[in-house]
Nanobody
């Protein structure tokens, strides 16, 4: 089991930037596809981005060109760099590790592909 802890959330104005971190314990993430999801109030949780063990990544269309996912296996940490933030990016952001661990992020857009989840970090973007 991978224990995940997100940090870096906060409140920013429209157009601002934030970098979220997800630090893992209990296992090394080097063998896992890692993902970021978000859930806005009253909405279903949705995939944001995912990164496989070789660094190849995928992003959802609403964040393409603005968000970047990366990983530092030596630090057992995954990052989500968020630029040009919009009010509609306001949500609780969750980090997730796939299960069983797989080198490739197949069906990364589905929650069911991920077995371990963090508690989330809140991102609020104001106009």
């Amino acid at each position: 089991q991978v224990i995940l802890a997100e940090s870096g959330g906060g409140s920013v104005q429209d157009g601002g930037s934030l970098t979220l971190s997800c630090t893992a314990s209990g296992d090394t993430i080097s063998s896992y596809c890692m993902g970021w999801f978000r859930q806005a109030p009253g909405m279903e949780r949705e995939a944001v981005a995912a990164i496989d063990v070789d660094g190849r990544n995928s992003r959802a269309e609403p964040v393409n060109g603005r968000f970047t996912i990366s990983r530092d296996n030596a630090k057992n940490t995954v990052y989500l760099q968020m630029n040009s933030l919009k009010v509609e990016d306001t949500a609780m952001y969750y980090c997730a590790a796939d299960g069983p661990p797989s080198p490739r992020c197949s069906r990364w857009w589905e929650e069911e592909s991920f077995a371990d989840w963090g508690q989330g970090t809140q991102v609020t973007v104001s106009s």
